[in-house]
């Protein structure tokens, strides 16, 4: 039970959902998705099971072995959350960075595959004992773990060598006749060598695809083309609102789209990462509603559900 539950408490800033979307932006992974948060939390959920274990009568608890195994129950937590495209503010409060390896999607197929595996081992291992007479390993169920994580650790490093690549061809071409200034590959949750690249140049957002591996083939002009919004008052009233000022450091690629209104203007801000290809969903969307003065009305931020993202 300590290791659930000090591998889960890094997720209690979800509640912030509850106190409005600019405190949960505020918030969203960074305290408790932290090293010092992680390691705060350890502390406080090893200090509760010390307390109500340390008078077992048979085995009371140590509060340095409680320590341990919820340091390894944080610390777990944060490992599955950098190899996402989500990432966290890993060095908060030294530091508002997010930290992000972009190699493998929320839902991948092929990690679910592996801890089928490692769960489905045992099983096989104890079924081959059988068939041949020989006495049941006692350790099977932690053989299966150490080769779905040998596995793992394999088959991230492979993502990453993937992705360093599919960056380096989205660098090293021109789209449309501009130069990139800032690229980023984003993976597929079906194959490893499928690559969703986001490319920003001195007017546009690009979104293209990268395939790598044998007879493939990169053609930039074959992107799509995101045109980034002429300066305007409305895009500048907006950008002074909360919502914004909280929802821009945590996109990667913002982009931004001014709407004519009955009555006024509405700007939405999103964060191309986030697309309707392998995610279940397009992310999140910031908007600000304003008068014809720039007065701001409304502002908000909500979530885009899948085929819903359309930013041109």
């Not at 908007?287 to 931020?301: F, G, Q």
Request: hydrophobic share 45%; glycine share 8%; charged share 20%.
């Amino acid at each position: 039970p300590m290791l659930l539950v000090a591998g889960y408490a890094p997720d209690v800033d979800w509640l912030t959902y509850f106190m409005g979307a600019p405190v949960m932006f505020h918030y969203r992974r960074a305290i408790t998705h932290s090293l010092v948060g992680a390691a705060a939390l350890a502390v406080l959920v090893a200090a509760v099971f010390w307390w109500f274990g340390r008078k077992h009568p048979t085995a009371p608890l140590r509060f340095w072995r409680a320590l341990a195994v919820c340091g390894i129950g944080a610390g777990s937590h944060l490992l599955l959350d950098l190899p996402n495209r989500y990432g966290l503010r890993l060095f908060w409060p030294f530091s508002d960075q997010w930290v992000a390896w972009n190699i493998i999607d929320t839902v991948d197929v092929w990690v679910l595959a592996v801890l089928l595996l490692g769960m489905l081992l045992p099983g096989l291992f104890r079924l081959v004992s059988e068939e041949i007479g020989a006495r049941p390993e006692r350790r099977g169920p932690q053989r299966g773990a150490i080769v779905a994580l040998v596995l793992l650790a394999a088959y991230a490093t492979g993502k990453f060598v993937l992705q360093q690549r599919a960056v380096q061809v989205l660098s090293a071409r021109l789209y449309h006749g501009d130069a990139p200034l800032d690229v980023g590959a984003f993976p597929s949750y079906v194959s490893p060598l499928a690559w969703r690249g986001i490319v920003e140049t001195e007017n546009t957002m690009e979104e293209v695809e990268v395939r790598l591996g044998p007879g493939s083939y990169f053609d930039p002009d074959r992107s799509v083309t995101n045109y980034k919004p002429e300066p305007s008052p409305m895009l500048e009233a907006a950008r002074q609102t909360r919502t914004f000022a909280e929802f821009i450091p945590s996109a990667r690629f913002p982009l931004a789209r001014v709407v004519r209104t009955r009555d006024g203007y509405r700007v939405e801000l999103r964060d191309l990462r986030f697309s309707n290809d392998s995610t279940r969903w397009g992310g999140f969307v910031a908007i600000v509603e304003m008068d014809e003065e720039m007065h701001v009305r409304k502002e908000s931020i909500s979530s885009v559900p899948q085929g819903k993202q359309n930013t041109r």
